[in-house]
């Protein structure tokens, strides 16, 4: 599951592929962080050639992210609408359910539309936002139009990030690993310090 492996023999599909299992498929979406696919495919768009000629388009990534992740996000919060609820109560994992008292606090504190938005940004939640707004019976009209603006900002600021780097610097693409794990720290950067602020 390595992410430039998953570029390199699918291309922008991956993208497509693993963005809409990270926004919508409970389970599986903890272990497909969006962030460490995204970012390195904006740098090989510009980048392509150092990586066994990995050609990626920059408007297909931009493409399946935008769709995958959009998507994505809409079937998690069909599943909560219609099941979610006994599906979260039969389940066993202590980190599912943290998160998704996260995802329910965040709604609660920030509202609806803005706790839509800002959760596009935060991993793990990002996974969980979908369905729990389903169980919370968020109106439909209300959690796509914000999960879509979320959605596409998200996603789109990741790959162009990405794109920029890898034009602007020669040879930043040797260093991919290091640069994704700057991406994922900084992902998780509000979650650390929330709860730091609780404690």
Request: hydrophobic content about 55%.
């Amino acid at each position: 599951m390595n992410g430039s492996s998953l570029l390199s023999a699918f291309g922008a599909l991956a993208v497509l592929v693993v963005t809409f299992a990270e926004s919508g498929l409970l389970i599986v979406g903890f272990f497909l962080p969006g962030d460490t696919l995204l970012f390195p495919a904006g740098v090989l768009c510009a980048a392509p050639a150092a990586h066994g000629g990995t050609n990626l388009a920059l408007w297909q990534v931009l493409v399946g992210a935008a769709v995958g992740t959009c998507l994505g996000s809409q079937l998690g919060f069909l599943i909560g609408r219609r099941g979610g609820g006994a599906m979260l109560a039969r389940s066993r994992s202590a980190r599912l359910k943290s998160t998704v008292a996260h995802g329910e606090e965040l709604l609660a504190r920030y509202g609806q539309r803005k706790a839509i938005f800002i959760g596009r940004f935060i991993p793990l939640v990002r996974t969980v936002l979908g369905p729990v707004a389903g169980v919370l019976q968020v109106p439909t009209r209300t959690f796509t139009v914000w999960q879509v603006a979320g959605g596409i900002v998200w996603s789109q600021s990741l790959v162009l990030l990405g794109y920029w780097l890898g034009a602007a610097i020669p040879g930043v693409d040797n260093y991919l690993l290091p640069l994704v794990a700057v991406v994922v720290v900084l992902s998780f950067l509000p979650v650390l310090l929330e709860r730091r602020r609780k404690s």
